[in-house]
């Protein structure tokens, strides 16, 4: 994954200038939106290359659970890159839709086709890895990229037929409404993980079910799950069993450990064992009484003072 996007990057970059560079020179606010459109793409492959390298860091005292999230937090800064970006190219369009300025069609249909090409093959590329959040993010970046550039072609043809050149600027507002509804899907993914909401994967009643269906298992509450990244869940919970042995308490967790592995993907897991019937305090089995014993009680035998 790294190649790919040490890759990406470089074709991105140089499909950047060109495709500004042919921009002005064809007086095309739709060449020029792709050329912000894909500097939104060049740093969100910077930043999830980043992300990538982080997310390989093993864990620390400092930080119990490694760098999982930075992948969360680099999908989130590239959503937000996007939500500017689109605005930026519907004001630039409306203003162009007011006064239209004449287009070169053929540049347009040129650069387009090169952009199609290279950003087809980078997503399809990262398509194998869209699972995780921070690629799926980058994911969304180039195939939004394909399918405008994949308009502008369509637009320039109909320019260079129709020579109607409100067609450039249309098609710009077009290319803002795709980045921008492909942007706030990935800020609420991000946010409800960072804000660590229940997996959308992982629904908490089947979860909960599941772990009530083994064996001693007598009641599930205060049950806790959450993403550590976007591929990598944990869970917290109270489990109420009978008053067994220690070894036998033990077999249930490994049993409900399993179900969650296997069933859910859950392999980070905290439970707390309750013994039913068993007084406790803040969760915790509470001490036996002390008998006091007073003098009255108190006998010797065998000895004399």
């Not at 013994?275 to 009680?297: D, K, L």
């Amino acid at each position: 994954m790294q190649k790919v996007l040490q890759a990406s990057l470089v074709l991105t970059l140089a499909y950047v200038v060109v495709t500004f560079v042919a921009g002005l020179r064809a007086h095309s606010l739709a060449l020029i939106s792709e050329a912000g459109h894909n500097i939104s793409d060049f740093l969100a492959l910077g930043l999830s290359f980043v992300a990538v390298y982080f997310q390989s860091r093993p864990a620390t005292p400092e930080k119990t659970f490694g760098y999982q999230r930075a992948g969360v937090l680099a999908a989130f800064v590239n959503a937000l890159m996007l939500v500017v970006i689109a605005v930026w190219i519907a004001v630039a369009a409306l203003h162009r839709l007011a006064a239209p300025v004449a287009v070169a069609p053929r540049t347009m249909m040129l650069v387009a086709a090169i952009g199609v090409v290279m950003n087809g093959v980078i997503a399809a590329l990262l398509w194998k890895s869209s699972g995780d959040v921070n690629i799926r993010s980058v994911f969304l970046h180039m195939l939004g990229d394909t399918l405008s550039t994949a308009a502008v072609i369509a637009g320039g043809a109909g320019i260079y037929f129709t020579h109607m050149f409100w067609i450039d600027p249309v098609l710009s507002l077009l290319i803002a409404g795709m980045v921008l509804w492909s942007a706030v899907g990935v800020v609420r993914e991000t946010l409800h993980i960072l804000l660590e909401g229940t997996p959308h994967s992982v629904p908490l009643d089947e979860v909960r079910s599941a772990m009530l269906a083994i064996a001693g298992v007598l009641d599930v509450h205060d049950l806790h799950i959450w993403s550590l990244g976007s591929n990598s869940h944990a869970l917290a919970s109270h489990i109420t069993v009978d008053d067994t042995p220690v070894s036998e308490s033990a077999a249930i967790m490994e049993r409900v450990n399993c179900a969650l592995r296997d069933r859910f993907h859950i392999h980070h897991t905290t439970l707390q064992v309750e013994i039913v019937g068993c007084e406790t305090i803040h969760g915790c089995s509470a001490p036996p009484e002390v008998e006091e014993v007073t003098g009255h009680e108190h006998h010797h035998h065998g000895h004399a003072h």
